[in-house]
């Protein structure tokens, strides 16, 4: 899941075109369609450089190993509940950013690494693969669903697969009942909706709901699990094997984290690579067949029409990048999206190329943020793609798609689709 981010710095301008001043760039992205098509804003701001300063504490980074290098440098930090308060944020009066500032993914320091280590140590390799069996019978089950719905008319495969898998994944994962699957689900939706939003991000009444009725239910499933643990990450991270205990605080805000975190860019992902295929009608029956094709499908959609565009991090103390000294305060917007197409790094970056070498995106992050579920969604893409591709081996658009409306998150609120021409 990405971390918090910001807009401080970037004001209404025109979209891009031509030589822009870097402020001018950057603030296109504010725009409809800076945010549908933010890709010519990325090159704008390129321009001017790999790391852009835009006033007095702030800078923008588009260059590939300058972003690798903000992301893995100790002392480029999240924006913490320190950071929050700073900046004048109530956080403590919503819920909903009390989830965000609780959480591991917007902590730093002992802390995050204390919670990390905890979470990670129930998050084994062992449980991801274990988990292979049962994607492949959602994905069979929701291609299912998708023949029915979709039986002569258009379907919306966000809605009928890709909102679904993620969270009956995660949801086996954590040990939420299947009977409970749509309930997480729809207060998933709810909550990443409600405070991604660029209009509604004042209003967090829906999701302060949506996360109230979230903790209630993991506060229960945890209650649940202390008196009879089964095995599950849920169960593992209750009661752990050295004896250091998660907080119920603690251990309730990172159930729904990794809930979000499992939903969120694994939608987004299983969105945007069946767009790319539907693009790119050539590379099915490949899927259909090769394994290690389906793998550099999902890595170059990755690389390509990243799930998570940027995220946020503030020097704590002066570092230096691209020759630039970033002075301690200062917030850098790390434009993972822009960094993935820097032909510095990815020859003919704008080309859709699945077969391309040393593919090695940045979508899950990198350094002590790296996403504990990449390879899980990993898994999910690889297979949700595969099955697609021989299920439905004539699938098409069947309609405009619709984009987020977000600067952080890249993927789609719907994306018709007919099954058979």
Same mark, same amino acid.
Not at 2 to 23: E, H, I, K, Q, W
Not at 217 to 233: N, Q
Not at 270 to 282: I, R
């Given at each position: ?33 800076? !945010? ?48 929050m308060t700073a900046q004048g944020i ?51 089950? =929701? ?40 309930l997480i689900r729809d207060a998933v939706?709810? =909550? ?27 506060? @229960? ?11 599950? =990450? ?7 094997? @050295? ?69 946020? !991090? ?82 098409? !658009? &069947?309609?405009? &798609? ?20």
């Amino acid at each position: 899941m990405a971390g918090s981010d910001t807009t401080r710095g970037l004001a209404t301008g025109a979209p891009p075109g031509g030589s822009l001043p870097p402020a001018v760039a950057a603030a296109s992205l504010l725009t409809p369609a800076g !945010r549908a098509n933010p890709y010519p804003s990325y090159e704008a701001i390129r321009a001017h450089g790999p790391v852009v300063p835009l006033g007095e504490r702030y800078a923008i980074a588009v260059g590939y190993p300058e972003c690798v290098q903000i992301l893995r440098d100790r002392g480029m930090i999240v924006h913490d509940e320190g950071v929050m308060t700073a900046q004048g944020i109530a956080w403590r009066t919503r819920t909903s950013l009390v989830q965000v500032a609780r959480s591991m993914v917007n902590m730093n320091g002992p802390g995050h690494a204390r919670l990390r280590r905890l979470v990670s140590a129930a998050f084994t390799p062992r449980r991801i693969d274990a988990l292979g069996p049962a994607v492949e019978q959602h994905t069979d089950e =929701l291609c299912d669903r998708l023949a029915e719905r979709g039986a002569g008319r258009a379907v919306d495969f966000m809605a009928e697969f890709a909102f679904r898998l993620p969270v009956t994944v995660v949801g086996d994962l954590l040990g939420v009942p299947p009977d409970d699957h749509g309930l997480i689900r729809d207060a998933v939706i709810d =909550l990443v909706r409600a405070y991604d939003s660029v209009e509604a991000r004042s209003d967090f009444g829906p999701a302060d709901a949506a996360r109230d009725r979230l903790a209630d239910y993991f506060a @229960d499933l945890v209650g649940a699990r202390r008196a009879r643990p089964t095995d599950d =990450l849920t169960s593992a991270l209750v009661t752990p094997g @050295d004896g250091d205990r998660l907080s119920e605080e603690d251990l309730v805000a990172n159930l729904i984290l990794l809930l979000l975190a499992g939903f969120e860019s694994t939608s987004n992902l299983l969105g945007n690579a069946v767009s790319l295929l539907l693009d790119h009608p050539e590379h099915a029956a490949r899927l259909r067949t090769d394994e290690a094709f389906a793998a550099g499908f999902v890595e170059e959609t990755l690389r390509f029409e990243s799930p998570v565009q940027s995220t946020v !991090r503030r020097a704590g103390t002066d570092v230096t990048v691209a020759g630039r000294t970033l002075a301690a305060g200062t917030d850098v917007k790390v434009l993972i999206g822009a960094a993935q197409r820097d032909p510095r790094r990815f020859p003919d970056p704008a080309r859709f190329d699945p077969c391309r070498a040393d593919q090695q995106s940045l979508s899950f992050g990198a350094g002590a943020h790296f996403c504990l579920g990449a390879g899980l969604a990993r898994l999910e893409a690889r297979t949700a793609l595969s099955a697609l591709s021989r299920r439905f081996p004539h699938l098409t !658009r &069947a309609g405009a &798609a619709v984009m987020r409306n977000s600067l952080v998150l890249r993927g789609h609120d719907q994306l018709p689709v007919d099954l058979e021409r």
